[in-house]
């Protein structure tokens, strides 16, 4: 199978341009022409063709000839893409999506949920897969960044009592899960949530980072609501913030999810949180971005 794959230099398209058997498939990657990370596609034996997932003519460039399209960069492009896909007589979609398409909170569950059904109503032969929190590798700005500030401080402020529920997604297992999807008949039309192993309070995912870090970190926990005020008066003052009042309301939400059809359907095998994080710490110790 030729497969397309949009978002290539990014942390989940980049796994899963490593993760698709060069023996069984032909991958030509869509890269723009001054994307930073580019030379991370060096020497995989991967097509590249250059242009923007937001051009309808670079897309329809790149899906000539191909028998399948994973779009990775984005689903808020599906329009253009399903359109291009027509034009070009491709059938095979997946699109990544999202498990915010699951959020209580309409802000973050509407995108997703519109996005998808252009995707559904597509008349392709679509699948769909819906990642949590995705970490790993130097591109991950998330548990990266929770292990360095671990590094640094002794004392870690969370907003809330941190009994709400998260299940992040080692980068890794989450592509295996993307690819299956992408080359299984039965799993067209169909949509998958592809979480971490199982769900862990943001209290136990700080704690095992730090025991990870091999650091003795005390939590200290801040009320939601001044700070989530006070974020907003700043977000209308258009003041630069480290983060949004949206994060911020969003910590009252479980963010958890079963995957046994997944399982099933994918044999998806995610990792612990334990496991992943402590491979994540090696890595930054490999390049001396924490202490050893």
Same mark, same amino acid.
């Given at each position: 199978?030729?497969i397309?794959?949009t978002g290539?230099?990014?942390?989940?398209?980049?796994?899963?341009a490593?993760?698709?058997?060069? @023996?069984?498939?032909d991958? %030509?990657?869509?890269v723009?022409?001054?994307?930073?990370?580019a030379p991370?596609?060096?020497?995989?034996?991967?097509?590249?063709?250059?242009?923007?997932?937001?051009?309808?003519?670079?897309?329809r460039?790149?899906?000539s000839?191909?028998?399948?399209?994973a779009h990775v960069?984005?689903?808020?492009?599906? /329009?253009?893409? !399903?359109s291009?896909?027509?034009?070009?007589?491709v059938?095979r979609?997946?699109?990544?999506?999202?498990?915010?398409?699951?959020?209580?909170?309409?802000?973050?569950?509407?995108p997703? !949920?519109?996005?998808?059904?252009?995707?559904?109503r597509s008349?392709l032969?679509?699948?769909?897969?819906? $990642?949590?929190?995705?970490?790993g590798?130097e #591109?991950?700005? @998330?548990v990266h960044?929770?292990? %360095?500030?671990?590094?640094?401080?002794?004392?870690?402020p969370?907003?809330?009592?941190?009994e709400?529920?998260?299940? $992040?997604?080692?980068?890794?297992?989450?592509?295996?899960?993307?690819?299956?999807?992408?080359? %299984?008949?039965?799993?067209?039309?169909?949509a998958y949530?592809?979480p971490?192993?199982?769900?862990l309070?943001?209290n136990?995912?700080?704690?095992?980072?730090?025991?990870a870090?091999?650091? @003795?970190?005390r939590?200290v926990?801040? /009320?939601?609501e001044?700070v989530?005020?006070g #974020?907003?008066l700043?977000?209308?003052l258009?003041?630069? #913030?480290?983060?949004?009042s949206?994060q911020?309301?969003r910590?009252r939400?479980?963010?958890a999810? $079963?995957?046994g059809?997944a399982?099933?359907?994918?044999?998806?095998?995610?990792?612990a949180?334990?496991?992943?994080v402590?491979?994540? !710490?090696?890595?930054?110790?490999?390049?001396g971005?924490?202490?050893?």
């Open positions: 199978m030729k397309l794959l290539a230099t990014g942390l989940l398209g980049g796994a899963m490593e993760a698709f058997p060069s @023996n069984k498939h991958l %030509r990657c869509l723009r022409e001054d994307s930073p990370n991370r596609l060096d020497g995989k034996g991967v097509e590249i063709v250059h242009g923007d997932t937001r051009s309808e003519a670079d897309l460039r790149a899906f000839g191909v028998d399948a399209v960069a984005g689903i808020e492009y599906a /329009p253009t893409v !399903v291009a896909m027509r034009a070009a007589k059938e979609l997946l699109a990544v999506s999202s498990t915010s398409f699951h959020s209580r909170f309409e802000f973050r569950s509407r997703k !949920v519109e996005m998808e059904a252009v995707v559904k008349g032969s679509w699948s769909i897969v819906r $990642p949590t929190m995705i970490y590798s #591109l991950d700005k @998330n960044k929770l292990l %360095r500030f671990l590094d640094r401080s002794p004392v870690f969370m907003f809330g009592d941190g709400n529920l998260w299940q $992040p997604v080692y980068f890794e297992d989450c592509a295996k899960g993307a690819c299956e999807a992408l080359v %299984r008949e039965e799993a067209i039309h169909e949530d592809l971490g192993s199982r769900p309070t943001y136990d995912l700080v704690k095992t980072a730090a025991r870090m091999g650091t @003795n970190t939590i926990h801040l /009320p939601i001044p989530r005020r #974020l907003e700043a977000e209308k258009r003041l630069p #913030l480290p983060v949004k949206g911020v309301v910590l939400e479980d963010k999810y $079963p995957y059809k399982e099933r359907e994918l044999e998806y095998s995610p990792r949180f334990g496991e992943g402590a491979a994540e !710490v090696e890595r930054l110790r490999g390049v971005m924490v202490r050893g």
